[in-house]
């Protein structure tokens, strides 16, 4: 059984996390379960755990910073990192510091029962190597590596896309071009920014209107081209659809 702890900051949603794991039937043991991540972190250090859930947003320490301390101290702990809010940021961070994955509360339980296959796999993967004694570069790169990878891949388009907003952006075209595969990103992009492809784009899109509606003179139709929208009346009706509300409207309401 592989062991596994729990951080969660409110009581009763890390009662509801360890009730939407399967842990027993997937080979996992809770060791541990904590609402304080300075406790987590002696936990941790002391009983060697095989996985740590862990909350974004805590009290004290974030679940970023219990990440840190714990990959500071060079132990091979992997982490799930769990948060009630779609933000790019933190997703970053965690991807940077090697998460495993980046869920989004409320869990479905699918998404849970994969979570835990993906996880066993790595685990069994890594007991394997540390078996036969081979050193961890001349092992096959396994499933597990190859989805970090994809997750540090899947951070690079996004900021391509956060500074290229106005071009004609295609999912697949974008996937292709950061070695990944287009279905995944899908997935990345529900589980990690909990929108949409075209969510997210025009999302930058309309974020960037707002301001230059706001900042500059330009006309209404030269913002639309600005922010990507070639055609003025469908940039009208984008915007109306996001904000209630015309881009003119928008602009007088701001002056």
């Not at 979570?115 to 081979?134: G, P, S, T």
């Not at 292709?176 to 899109?205: P, V």
């Amino acid at each position: 059984m592989y062991k596994v702890v729990i951080v969660e900051d409110e009581p009763w949603t890390l009662l509801g996390i360890s009730k939407t794991f399967k842990w027993d039937e997937m080979g996992f043991e809770v060791i541990a379960q904590t609402t304080r991540a300075q406790e987590a972190i002696n936990i941790i250090l002391e009983r060697n755990p095989d996985v740590v859930f862990t909350d974004i947003r805590m009290p004290y320490i974030s679940g970023i910073e219990l990440m840190k301390t714990i990959r500071d101290e060079d132990r091979d702990v992997e982490f799930i990192i769990i948060s009630g809010y779609a933000e790019f940021e933190y997703a970053q961070k965690a991807i940077t510091l090697g998460a495993f994955e980046y869920l989004l509360k409320p869990i479905d339980r699918n998404v849970a029962d994969t979570v835990l296959i993906k996880l066993k796999e790595c685990l069994d993967n890594k007991r394997k190597r540390d078996y036969v004694n081979l050193d961890v570069d001349t092992v096959y790169m396994n499933e597990y590596e190859e989805n970090r990878i994809y997750n540090e891949n899947f951070v690079n388009l996004l900021n391509y896309i956060n500074e290229n907003y106005k071009e004609k952006l295609q999912l697949k075209d974008l996937a292709d071009m950061f070695y990944l595969n287009a279905n995944y990103c899908c997935h990345l992009f529900k589980n990690i920014i909990g929108s949409t492809f075209s969510e997210y784009l025009t999302s930058k899109r309309m974020e960037k209107a707002c301001k230059l509606l706001k900042y500059t003179t330009l006309s209404i139709a030269e913002v639309a081209v600005k922010v990507g929208y070639d055609d003025y009346y469908y940039f009208n009706k984008v915007f109306k659809r996001q904000f209630s509300c015309t881009p003119l409207q928008y602009r007088q309401d701001w002056l």
